[in-house]
């Protein structure tokens, strides 16, 4: 990943507190769930969540009962990821995935 790039993601944009704090990242996040819940098989299954930052969805994914793998390039959202119980998260690009 560039650095800078990086850089503006693991120092400079709040990701998570945009979808837990501020109002449309609030309506963004609840709308997700909807279409998620809608088209997601029912638990137990695994989802993939690519890009998924510090796991804002992949721990309401893991509070519904699905076991949720998270990917994500910044080394920072990763860690605070892994720290969600039921989500387990790596580094990883989505231009290469195993």
């Not at 850089?7 to 769930?33: M, N, P, S």
């Not at 299954?45 to 796991?55: E, M, Q």
């Not at 804002?56 to 699905?66: K, M």
């Not at 076991?67 to 994500?72: R, Y």
Request: contains cysteine; proline residues 7%.
């Amino acid at each position: 990943m560039d650095p800078e790039v990086h850089a503006y993601y693991a120092d400079g944009f709040g990701e998570d507190r945009r979808l837990r704090q501020r109002a449309h990242g609030v309506v963004e996040r609840v709308r997700t769930q909807e279409l998620l819940a809608r088209f997601l098989p029912p638990p137990p299954a695994t989802v993939l969540d690519v890009g998924g930052g510090t796991g804002v969805h992949a721990e309401w994914l893991a509070g519904c009962g699905y076991a949720v793998q998270l990917i994500d390039p910044v080394d920072k959202h990763v860690a605070v990821a892994a720290g969600l119980p039921g989500v387990s998260a790596a580094l990883g690009d989505a231009r290469a995935l195993e």
